[in-house]
């Protein structure tokens, strides 16, 4: 019934932009802490920034500064904006975040994946 449903991936050329969103459906209540992951073939799944409940950010070193993850409450959405983008920033992007449902219950779900491919 609950679901996290990710979209914005795409293919770009070195120094471009995307926005990766995460929308939570179904009976919500709130979404709470968040985190979005990579993951490149033949590597291991990477943590690359995660929010808090109050709105409290971290990210991995090779992305500050190019990198900011957001959150709407009102739209049940998180945002993971990504500017000046690397060809080693190519990977599927994942987001993970706790979601409180209508029945008070919490459940940690998993985004589809998205592909983010940058290449000349």
């Known amino acids: 019934q609950v679901q996290l449903v990710e979209s914005g991936g795409g293919l770009v050329q070195p120094g471009g932009s995307l926005r990766l969103s995460c929308a939570a459906s179904?009976?919500?209540?709130?979404?709470?802490?968040v985190d979005w992951y990579r993951q490149a073939p033949g590597k291991e799944r990477e943590l690359v920034a995660s929010?808090?409940?109050?709105?409290?950010?971290n990210y991995v070193d090779s992305v500050k500064g190019r990198f900011t993850i957001s959150r709407d409450n009102a739209k049940n959405t998180v945002y993971l904006q990504m500017n000046s983008l690397k060809p080693e920033d190519t990977a599927v992007y994942y987001c993970?975040?706790?979601?409180?449902?209508?029945?008070?219950?919490?459940?940690?779900?998993w985004g589809q994946g998205t592909q983010v491919t940058v290449s000349s």
């Open positions: 993970n975040a706790l979601i409180w449902t209508a029945t008070l219950a919490s459940l940690k779900l």
């Open positions: 179904g009976r919500i209540l709130r979404i709470g802490a």
């Open positions: 929010i808090t409940d109050g709105g409290s950010t």
